[in-house]
């Protein structure tokens, strides 16, 4: 399965740090120019949806207590920490995909480690 260009600039991000800036920078102009790209004015994804509660029923927990919040809450902020902006929403609900998954299993496993100590 080949990914799409916002996967592919996604995939850039997160290897700041690994390259050079001029070579994600070169990078990021071959996937924007690409004229095999399909132009999308939507930023959603090919992957399917996350939904929140679907996740942490899948850790057991049950996503209508008031500690979900504070998971929802913050896997906003990491996610606007990683990515420079919050995701995207749907009236008032931010919106995740299956690409988010490892941000959704680390922001887990942050309040797993604070709620141990």
Not at 74 to 102: C, Q, V
Request: glycine share 4%.
């Amino acid at each position: 399965m080949e990914l799409t260009p916002f996967d592919r600039m996604r995939l850039l991000n997160e290897a700041r740090g690994l390259l050079p800036q001029d070579e994600l920078e070169r990078r990021a102009r071959l996937i924007l120019d690409d004229p095999a790209a399909p132009s999308k004015t939507s930023k959603e994804p090919d992957s399917p949806r996350l939904i929140i509660s679907d996740f942490l029923r899948s850790k057991g927990f049950e996503p209508m207590k008031k500690s979900a919040l504070h998971f929802g809450s913050r896997l906003a902020e990491n996610y606007k920490m990683k990515f420079g902006s919050y995701p995207p929403k749907h009236g008032k609900t931010y919106i995740y995909y299956e690409i988010d998954r490892p941000l959704m299993e680390e922001t887990w496993a942050q309040i797993q480690t604070e709620d141990a100590d």
